[in-house]
């Protein structure tokens, strides 16, 4: 099984075939995998969990920015 993100390729291999590895997978690559992106992804759905931890995190990307800084 291959995943792409990004311009990342990440093969998924498991030497054991009762054990397909996802913890380790996700630990491995979760800076590749975490992306602003995300907020997207739970914008309008079922998912507003996703939203809310998005804007916690980074802000609203759809705010206005004022051009003027307080004096």
């Known amino acids: 099984m291959e995943f792409l993100v990004a311009n990342f390729s990440m093969k998924w291999s498991t030497a054991r075939s009762d054990n397909i590895g996802a913890l380790e997978f996700i630990r491995t690559h979760a800076e590749d995998c975490i992306t602003q992106t995300v907020y997207y992804t739970g914008n309008g759905n079922d998912h507003p969990e996703v939203v809310k931890w998005y804007?916690?995190?980074?802000?609203?990307?759809?705010?206005r920015k004022t051009q003027y800084s307080p004096v």
Not at 55 to 63: I, L, S, T, V
């Open 55 to 63: 804007e916690d995190h980074y802000g609203n990307p759809r705010k």
